[in-house]
């Protein structure tokens, strides 16, 4: 475990002083419902916002309050955090229970995205907030280079929704089909179906929000590849 930890630290960028904080942030519900990541994925996630939020408010003097939100959703969104966990080799280094295993969870992007939010919030907790920021931001450095106010991409269900709606396919269907823990903790598994080309996609999230994004970003993923 120490070695796997190591090589994935050197992915990272950044070296644990407490390497459980590491490795509870790598361990999924499905393994134990009272100690996983959950936590410090709520960390994570508000510290990666800040982090996000400050470097374009400094990097775009000029643009407009809309265009910064959008160009932040556009980079913390749920399908973006999962490639740059695939690009640190997350995956392979997550702890998951048998059925996630089974069903390819170290692949899904909710988990993967998840994963990250983890990650950061153990960094916040292990080195305080100027270690933890300057890892986040080498590792979105590129894509804060290639982004601008006029690409920023709209939220994936927005997206979804017009690429639908260009083709003239039916706009996509969203359930809740389980709800899990108390508030403010809870999980979220919700379903995104296209009827007419008979796919459902499942994602979980922190909220119903987040779920049905996420979704929604795995449905335009599939769509993408099949008409595109």
Same mark, same amino acid.
Request: net charge negative.
């Given at each position: 475990?120490? *070695?796997?930890? %190591? ?5 990272? !960028? ?6 459980? $904080? &590491? ?17 410090? #994925?709520? /960390? ?23 265009? /910064? =939100? ?12 999962? *490639?740059? !966990?695939?690009? &640190?080799? $997350?995956?392979?280094?997550?702890? $998951?229970?048998? !059925?996630?295993?089974?069903?390819? !969870? ?5 988990? /993967?995205? %998840? ?10 907790? %292990?080195?305080?907030? %100027?270690? @933890? ?5 080498? +590792?979105?450095?590129?894509? $804060?280079?290639?982004?601008?106010? *006029? ?10 929704? #017009? +690429? /639908? ?26 379903? @995104?179906? &296209? #009827?007419?080309?008979?796919? =459902? ?16 970003? #795995?449905?335009?993923? +599939? &769509? ?5």
């Amino acid at each position: 475990m120490t *070695q796997n930890l %190591d090589r994935l630290m050197a992915r990272l !960028g950044y070296r644990f002083n407490d390497q459980d $904080l &590491l490795a509870l942030a790598l361990t999924h519900r499905s393994v134990s419902r009272h100690r996983n990541y959950e936590r410090l #994925e709520f /960390l994570g996630d508000a510290q990666l916002g800040q982090i996000i939020s400050v470097a374009l408010f400094e990097q775009f003097p000029d643009a407009a309050e809309g265009q /910064l =939100t959008r160009m932040r959703a556009s980079l913390v969104r749920g399908q973006t955090l999962a *490639q740059v !966990g695939r690009e &640190l080799g $997350l995956g392979e280094h997550l702890s $998951l229970g048998g !059925g996630e295993l089974k069903s390819g !969870g170290y692949r899904r992007d909710s988990i /993967l995205a %998840d994963a990250l939010e983890a990650i950061i919030g153990a960094m916040l907790l %292990d080195g305080g907030e %100027d270690a @933890c920021r300057q890892v986040v931001l080498s +590792w979105f450095a590129e894509r $804060l280079q290639a982004i601008t106010p *006029q690409n920023a991409q709209k939220d994936a269900k927005t997206r979804l929704q #017009e +690429w /639908l709606q260009a083709r003239k396919f039916e706009l996509p269907v969203y359930q809740v089909t389980r709800v899990e823990g108390l508030a403010p903790k809870q999980t979220f598994d919700v379903t @995104c179906e &296209l #009827e007419q080309m008979q796919q =459902t996609f499942l994602a979980q999230g922190g909220s119903r929000r987040k779920a049905e994004q996420q979704a929604a970003a #795995e449905a335009l993923t +599939w &769509l993408e590849q099949q008409y595109d």
